[in-house]
Each structure stands twice: as C-alpha cells, then as structure tokens.
C-alpha cells in the first residue's frame, strides 16, 4: 500500500544557495542488509551512503505511519532543476532498498536513488503555506530550486 501526497507545485525557478552541508544534527542511521541468510537492521558501514533523519522527521514518521508503514524517498527525473524528490508511505521492502531508522521512525530509499541523496537529512517542516518532508543538505546537489523539491547534481 502506498499513500502519495499530491504533486508539488510548480517550480519558479530561482536557484537557492546550497545549505551548509553539515547536518543539523547527529544521528545513528541503520539499514536492512540485503542477504539471503539473516535479513534485518544491521548498522551502515562507513563507506556506504547514509541517509539522516531529523527529529522533527521522526516525530512526524511517528505520527502518521500505521502499522507496517514506513516513509519511503526517491529520487525521479523531472522538476525545473532535472531531479526531484518523492516520498510515499508504503509497507513493502525490496531486495534492493536500504531502510534508515532512528527512534522508531523508519525511512526506505532504494539503492539507485541513494546514490543521489547520500549524506542527506529527511526534514519536516512545517510552513504557513504547506507542511511537508523534505530533503535538506544534500551533498548530491549542487543547486536545488526556491519549492525544495528539485535539484541538480555535481558532475
């Protein structure tokens, strides 16, 4: 089952200036190693991407999952800067996605759109205007657009 919030609106095009690309602050990511013999979280090794969640991340994660669920981010050609981020929840892990977990919460990235976020933090924030996750920091990009949803990438 995947739930999907509605398409983001339309980009104006007006670059932002890239964030710090520290995160805001630590945490300690985990993933479900993709093995035949004993699946299940097992802690990222350093070489391999990481993705971060935010407090407030995981405090929204935990509000609006039900049961199963978990919020799953990936990255699809489109947007006014060539990539954009999606997120869904949904209750299916494949073989080849990567879960990150802190405190409960749990976000899934399949391994080719981790390969466009790693280093990232998932965020929640919460506008006037909107609310909604999104990807902040991300060492990836090298410009991303004023909605926060599209991005280019350092070649």
């Known amino acids: 089952m995947r739930r999907s919030w509605g398409p983001a609106p ?8 890239r964030p710090s690309p520290e995160p805001a602050r630590a945490v300690r990511p985990l993933r ?19 993705v971060f969640l935010s407090e407030s991340c995981v405090k929204r994660l935990l509000e609006i999952a039900e049961g199963s669920e978990f919020l799953r981010l990936q990255v699809e050609g489109g947007g006014c800067s060539g990539f954009q981020y999606k997120f869904s929840l949904d209750t299916v892990i494949n073989p080849d996605d990567r879960v990150f977990e802190q405190g409960g919460a749990r976000v899934v990235v399949d391994v080719d759109s ?30 991303g657009c004023s909605c926060g949803t599209s991005f280019s990438v350092k070649f």
């Open 32 to 50: 479900w190693e993709s093995s035949f013999s004993q699946p299940g979280p097992t802690e990222s090794e350093p070489s391999e991407g990481q």
């Open 114 to 143: 981790l390969a466009f976020v790693k280093g990232s933090m998932v965020d929640f924030s919460q506008e006037l205007i909107r609310s909604s996750f999104q990807v902040v920091s991300n060492p990836q990009a090298e410009k």
């Open 10 to 17: 339309p980009c104006r095009g007006r670059a932002l200036p």
